[in-house]
């Protein structure tokens, strides 16, 4: 459970000690492209970067004790159930504005390199279906996207993720066109072109969330080179940063009472927008506080 009232959520904190804050702080280590979305998980900073390690087309599952740069946000709390009560972000850089931030938790993800990568044709994953005890029952709310792990060489394929409903009936992706030279963490699903989607790649019609990944489809041609993962993430809540060096905060207990959950293991992080490309070595700035009854 969470807070039964105000006055049980003042107690649970200033009381019980039940909240904390987590800061986390990146400086992008390549410059972004205009109307792209970028995992900034691989850039260095607080955590440090991750390099999403693992074997070729084998689902790796993540959550709060993720080696590789997981945010702590005080480990397991049920039965009481923890929550965002509020968040800030900034963005220093000369160019790229207005930024967005979204918030997420990146339940797993799938590794590409070599030939996976670098030729046409259907890459099949190896993945066990999550099951209705995972901390999204069956993939309940789950989206997906393809990042760059490292930067991509030349071209543009075109791309399909085959995929399990949450009832675990096969499904598949709108088709999506990469963008060819993309730098790391920015998503190849991503852009301000035709069949370019932000920032998760559509779900067929009527399908609420991706139990399993099957397979990714590379169709037309292939990157020349570069290393991609396939990401599998709950979006939690999304900041605006209208202008370099502006930190907004959001409430999420008094002017936007929405308190979004934070799941036992969730792994938090984050995906930034960029109007315009932004500036290599920019910085970004994200905070938040969390408290839980019970």
Known sequence: MGWTSQDDLINQITTNGKYDNVFSNKTLSSAGTAGH????????????????AGTDLVWVDTDEAWSEGALSH???????????????????????????????????????????????????????????????????????????????????????????????????????????????????????????????????????????IVSVVWAGTAHASGTVVVGLCKPLWTIPVPATGLYTKIDFLNAFPSLPRIKDGANVQFLLFQTGATTSAGTVMVDFDYGYGG
Do not use: E
């Not at 979305?37 to 390099?51: K, M, S, Y």
């Not at 009560?85 to 799938?110: E, K, Q």
């Open 74 to 212: 005080g480990g397991n709390v049920t039965p009481a159930t923890k929550h965002f009560l509020g968040a800030g972000a900034t963005v220093v850089a000369a160019a790229g504005a207005p930024w967005y931030i979204m918030a997420i938790d990146l339940v797993g993800y799938v590794p590409l390199s070599g030939t996976n990568v670098s030729t046409t044709g259907t890459k099949t994953v190896t993945m066990t279906a999550l099951s209705g005890s995972h901390r999204y029952p069956n993939g309940n709310g789950l989206r997906m996207f393809i990042a760059a792990d490292t930067a991509l060489g030349a071209n543009a394929p075109t791309c399909i993720v085959n995929y399990l409903d949450t009832g675990g009936a096969a499904g598949a992706t709108t088709t999506f066109t990469s963008t060819a030279s993309l730098g790391i963490g920015q998503l190849l699903n991503t852009g301000n072109a035709a069949n370019k989607y932000n920032p998760f790649i559509p779900l067929a019609v009527g399908d609420t969330g991706v139990s399993d």
């Open 37 to 52: 979305w970028t995992l900034i998980a691989g850039h260095p900073g607080t955590p440090a970067a991750a390099t999403f």
